[in-house]
């Protein structure tokens, strides 16, 4: 019984704590043990991240803290359904998350502890939780990717509205069943209002796009140059330029002017879960996520943008800042099924 | 419980009698293991409530992913009899050149993962979506599961019927299809249930070519809006149509007894005939592994970046994928030993119920069979959550159906007489079992712990969800990469997983029995 012994421990270490408070004359008042925060050096991450990207910074982190992390990884949705099926009973202290849909999903089945907020305060608003359930570590910006053999830049659409126009008919690809393009669609139902977005999915659906089950997908169809253009997250085209050699890829990015619904930036992020609640260990992680170093590795690795002040965001990015949508709220993107419905009601999804 | 309806089968010729209660109750106790998804699925299900369930099932988009899923089912399972059958005649009626070689590369594509087989193809063609490519791709990685129980009945069964056929004015082909076909049908039918039962829970080959079916709908659904209440009503409905396959093929399944087996003439083809009957052998090894192997290999040869191999880690995950299949495929037979041995000899409704409830597992996604795992092992066992036993008992609960088939055919193979003589020679019931009917059916029983070893190693989504913290597969490893575009450094780990699975694959093709009945 693994939560048993982790209690039983926890409250060994609290009584010592207590013991050793009371025993010292300079500190007369003891503190109060449930509520402080207790290391035992150790601690279970879920990781929604891959494991080439998140490894080497966990290194560094159980280097320079001497505590000890046991690593699950797996894709985001997967242990999201997996937390949601632990429930309280979960191993895991710590959930990292690729999107902030699967961070709302848990924190709206209350299994987060709230987060100090000396750690939530460093990240921008805007590009976190509203309620300190959990803070956002990276941002991923939503990009027009386009078959640069077929597409000069100045052809390519500022607006996501253009690819509902009747000349764009086929020519493009989507991933409806994904949670960015979800989060995107959410956003244009925000900014626009219900009855514009219902126009623009119908129009998108008449459009007949070719369907693909995620960005990359979408990504290496434009690349060989199956489609013309397409809507993903930027950071799959630095990955695979940094894979493919940046001189062989055919796929290309543009930006969509700022207010666009199509150039929202959604974050990765992190949560404690509430059994980790009192682990100290747990929050140091968390602490080093939104740390400089961590932050630079990101950048440095994925090409996703850094999201505390005084890390430089990857090269050839446009600055974060030109891309916040002062009237998105990211809390607003939590209405996934309304928009699940809208993509279904079109034969979307 | 009540044992009444119980019979055994009128077929055997001997009178009706009840199977023996320890029997029955050992083989509820195993199909009840693998109605451990089902549970799950109702619970969640009555959570999501009465009204979403119908409103969920009315959905237009919920029908048509059923109705894509029923199509391809049938579609792939269709293709895979005509194929199957044929490559499984052309092996051990004709002589072809290399004629051994043929039987190894009927077997080669099992080792493939589907996932696997259909990222290579996207690799050489890109615009390949929709249900064409998936019937593609889904039948080529199923056929083997049809041609080699079939081409083996037909190496014992005797031709003498065929001859006779033939003196009646028939050709081979017509004295085939009039003498030995209906022998074969138990073999064929088993096949085409696995065939059915995979395309239906398959989901790495229809995501790859984007052809929506209910796996699509269940994965999406977890991973989208994170309702597992919707997801589980989804695999309800995969359950159901799993039900009706598996009543449809008790139906057709037919029995043999197996005569003295005689060696078959080999027919010489005629000169212009060969390259047919080449062409109907290599269809599906090409299909399923040379095509996509070559992409993977051509994608590798592209990656500027190729990393060097982590030798230990590699050696690391093909030891723990070794450890696992083997445990998976010892559990799986113990499972489905009893189940095998009712569903053999005896008939009746509740037999047959135990019996479907063992394949039910084979019919859903690995991502739901793993959750229904977390839900049942945190609930009853919760020491055990996250270590080996559940993963392993995992393995048993999705693939025990494969070794339930063959078992069974196997089991129904020992003539009665044989039984009866055992028992009049004074041994008991369970003795007679040990000494001879498990003994004949060894073969048989081995045949489904390799299918069960091959579907352990090539399997995801279950382990991922229930491998203990740090244990990796080589299918875990190979997601790992893939998911970040490092073909560079995946390919080492999908040659080894596919070299790994051909091992058995090779022992199944049963080029080893046939080199033993030719030096006879």
């Known amino acids: ?349 | 419980m009540s044992v009444i309806g119980v019979r055994r089968a009128r077929r055997s010729g001997s009178r009706l009698a009840s199977a023996p209660l320890a029997l029955v109750l050992l083989a509820a106790v195993c199909a009840l293991a693998a109605a451990i998804p089902l549970v799950y699925l109702v619970v969640r299900t009555a959570d999501a409530g009465l009204a979403v369930l119908v409103d969920t099932l009315l959905r237009e988009r919920v029908l048509r992913l059923a109705a894509n899923s029923v199509l391809l089912a049938i579609a792939v399972t269709a293709s895979c009899l005509v194929l199957g059958i044929a490559v499984a005649w052309v092996l051990s009626r004709v002589r072809m050149p290399a004629g051994r070689l043929g039987l190894l590369l009927t077997a080669l594509p099992l080792a493939v993962p589907s996932y696997l087989a259909a990222y290579g193809w996207l690799v050489v063609f890109p615009t390949l979506n929709g249900f064409f490519p998936s019937w593609f791709v889904m039948t080529a990685v199923c056929t083997p599961y049809v041609a080699l129980p079939v081409a083996a009945a037909l190496r014992g069964a005797s031709g003498d019927l065929e001859a006779v056929a033939r003196t009646l004015g028939r050709n081979p082909f017509q004295g085939f299809v009039a003498a030995t076909l209906p022998r074969v049908r138990p073999a064929a039918t088993a096949g085409a249930l696995l065939v059915c039962l995979y395309t239906l829970s398959d989901f790495g080959a229809v995501s790859m070519l984007r052809f929506q079916t209910l796996t699509w709908g269940i994965n999406s659904a977890y991973g989208a809006s994170f309702d597992r209440n919707q997801a589980a009503i989804l695999a309800l409905l995969l359950v159901v149509l799993a039900l009706i396959v598996v009543a449809g093929e008790r139906r057709t399944r037919g029995h043999v007894v197996a005569p003295a087996a005689r060696p078959v003439p080999l027919i010489a083809p005629r000169r212009g005939l060969l390259p047919v009957f080449a062409a109907i052998v290599l269809a599906a090894p090409v299909v399923g592994v040379v095509v996509p192997v070559a992409g993977l290999l051509s994608r590798l040869l592209e990656a500027e970046t190729i990393r060097t191999i982590d030798v230990g880690r590699l050696a690391e995950a093909i030891g723990t994928t070794l450890l696992l299949a083997l445990a998976g495929a010892v559990v799986a037979v113990a499972l489905a030993l009893p189940i095998a041995a009712l569903a053999a000899r005896f008939r009746g409704r509740l037999v047959n119920a135990i019996e479907s409830v063992g394949y039910l597992g084979h019919a859903l996604p690995g991502i739901v069979v793993g959750l229904s795992l977390v839900f049942f092992s945190l609930a009853v066992v919760p020491a055990l959550y996250q270590t080996v036993v559940v993963l392993v008992f995992a393995y048993a609960v999705l693939f025990m159906q494969k070794a339930i088939g063959s078992a069974r055919s196997g089991i129904e193979a020992v003539p009665n007489g044989l039984i009866a003589v055992s028992r009049s020679l004074g041994l008991t019931a369970s003795q007679t079992w040990w000494r001879v009917t498990a003994r004949m059916a060894a073969p048989s029983i081995g045949v489904g712990a390799l299918l069960v070893a091959i579907a352990v190693m090539k399997e995801l989504p279950a382990t991922l969800l229930l491998r203990p913290t740090g244990i990796s597969t080589l299918s875990v490893e190979l997601w790992n990469r893939t998911e970040i575009f490092e073909f560079g450094a995946a390919a080492p780990y999908a040659a080894a997983l596919v070299l790994l699975a051909a091992v058995p694959a090779f022992v199944l093709s049963g080029v080893r029995g046939v080199a033993k009945e030719e030096e006879l």
């Open chain 1, 1 to 349: 019984m693994n939560r048993a012994r982790t209690t039983s421990l926890v409250a060994l270490a609290a009584s010592a704590a207590v013991v050793l408070a009371g025993c010292t004359a300079t500190a007369p008042e003891a503190p109060d043990a449930s509520t402080e925060p207790v290391s035992d050096g150790e601690f279970t991450l879920y990781s929604g991240r891959d494991e080439a990207l998140i490894q080497p910074l966990i290194d560094l982190f159980e280097e320079q803290s001497g505590i000890s992390v046991d690593v699950r990884y797996g894709n985001t949705a997967e242990l999201g359904a997996l937390l949601l099926e632990e429930g309280d009973r979960t191993p895991a202290q710590v959930f990292l998350s690729q999107d902030a849909g699967a961070l709302g999903a848990l924190a709206n089945a209350d299994l987060f502890a709230e987060l100090p907020a000396d750690i939530t305060e460093r990240v921008p608003q805007g590009f976190t939780s509203t309620d300190g359930s959990w803070v956002g570590v990276t941002g991923r910006a939503r990009v027009i990717v386009y078959d640069s053999e077929k597409l000069t830049e100045d052809e390519v659409p500022s607006s996501v509205d253009a690819f509902a126009e009747p000349e764009w008919k086929g020519r493009f690809g989507i991933a409806p069943t994904n949670a960015s393009f979800q989060a995107f669609v959410t956003a244009y139902r925000v900014l626009k209002g219900e009855e514009a977005a219902d126009k623009w999915v119908a129009a998108i659906a008449e459009n007949q796009p070719q369907i693909f089950e995620n960005n990359r997908a979408v990504l290496a169809a434009v690349d060989d140059g199956v489609i013309e253009a397409g809507l993903i997250n930027h950071y799959y085209w630095f990955q695979q330029a940094a894979e493919a050699g940046a001189d062989n890829m055919r796929a290309q990015l543009s930006y969509p002017e700022a207010g666009d619904p199509g150039s929202i930036v959604n974050v990765t992020g992190a949560g404690l879960l509430a059994s980790g609640a009192d682990d100290a260990d747990a929050l140091e992680f968390i602490d080093f996520l939104v740390s400089s170093e961590a932050q630079q590795h990101f950048v440095d690795e994925t090409y996703e943008y850094p999201l505390i002040e005084g890390v430089e965001a990857p090269e050839g990015l446009p600055a974060l800042d030109s891309l916040l949508n002062p009237e998105l709220d990211l809390a607003d993107l939590e209405s996934l099924e309304v928009t699940q419905d809208l993509l279904a009601k079109y034969g979307l999804i």
